[in-house]
């Protein structure tokens, strides 16, 4: 070795790299070949337009749409479905024989007797996420749905948004050889939640949103994490009452991750995510988790696929998609709720992290209410 590359290496500059092709990923959302099952969404609130209007763009068939609230189920039957039947009565919803999968919106605490309901009546199930405050609770769904031969899934949006689905598709292909890390650090204003429910959540950021980047963290490593340290705090001058800044380290076997939340960022807002790997590194930048570009680079060259999609219309579309595919196939689909308890497991570590000041197995922490000190 050259005494000149010594000094290159020491100053870590990098060398040229060639422009090559991307590989053809199937990173796009898995849809059914046949998209007539008929959908029963219960739950008429605000998050229910984006399910909704991710459904109609590519076809599936919500034939019944609930909330308590009658006004909302019809408001959102007019706006999107509106050949649906709009209800109140969530009770004969789950029971009724002519639907095949039930979207359930609800919050958890309320959304965890539906789902088991919904199960014993014979219908596939996606839940909102978080999936369960409960591990335990969690497993048993999983186990009820898996004896009656049900799918059981998680609306995991982010799975499918298409440079978080890209990255993992070439993880899960080998274009980055074995995983050595995974960085995400997301700057954006979470601010507008001041005034809203969300301000009930004590821990909003690493519950309610960083939930979705600990999904894609173990839809990379599966169930390799060892150690969740995080931290949280509040910023100075912010309005909304819980903590808009957190971050968490992940130990895993052969590699480390780190995840960065800064919501309260009001000017100059970027997400960027790295993978890196024995074979390659892909890297996906942009002003926010919508508008991404992605390149990967290997000893061959650097490539940079170009995406198509948004991570609201192919994320929801993706998660029903996903179940639809699994009814017909009978494989488990990607967000499949068994696999979402490595996410939760790592979230309810992250937020017991935070309170403790402790660095926390994933795993040992079985609730919410755990993770809290409760």
Known sequence: MTRTADLDAYSLKSAEAAEV????????????????????????????????????????????????????????????????????????????????????????????????????????????????????????????????????????????????????????????GDVHSCHATIHWDHGWTAGTPFEEIDDLILYDFAVHWFDFLASIIGGRARM??????????????????????????????????????????????????????????GPDPGIQEVTLTTEAGVARPQLQGTWFKEGFAGTMGAVLQAIETGSPPLNDARGNLDSLALVFAAIASSHSGEPIVPGSIRSLSAALGR
């Open 228 to 285: 969740v340290f995080a931290t949280r705090t509040r910023a100075a001058g912010q309005t909304a009452r819980p903590a808009l800044l957190a971050e968490a380290l992940v130990g895993f076997e052969g590699g480390q991750s780190s995840l960065v939340f800064d919501g309260a960022t009001p000017f100059g807002a970027e997400d960027r995510t790295v993978v890196t790997g024995s074979a390659g590194t892909v890297i996906s930048r």
């Open 21 to 176: 092709p991307a590989p053809d990923l199937s990173y796009r959302p898995p849809m059914p070949k046949d998209r007539n099952a008929r959908i029963g969404l219960i739950g008429a609130g605000g998050i229910s337009g984006a399910h909704l209007d991710a459904y109609r763009s590519v076809g599936f068939n919500v034939t019944v749409i609930c909330s308590p609230t009658l006004g909302n189920a019809i408001k959102q039957r007019d706006a999107y479905y509106p050949d649906a039947e709009a209800t109140d009565d969530v009770e004969g919803t789950l029971a009724r024989p002519d639907i095949d999968v039930v979207d359930l919106t609800p919050h958890p605490r309320e959304r965890l007797p539906l789902m088991e309901t919904a199960l014993r009546a014979g219908k596939h199930v996606l839940s909102q996420k978080p999936f369960v405050l409960d591990l335990d609770d969690g497993e048993r769904l999983v186990e009820l749905a898996e004896s009656r031969n049900l799918v059981l899934a998680v609306n995991q949006n982010g799975r499918f948004a298409p440079h978080l689905s890209w990255i993992r598709e070439a993880v899960r292909a080998g274009r980055v």
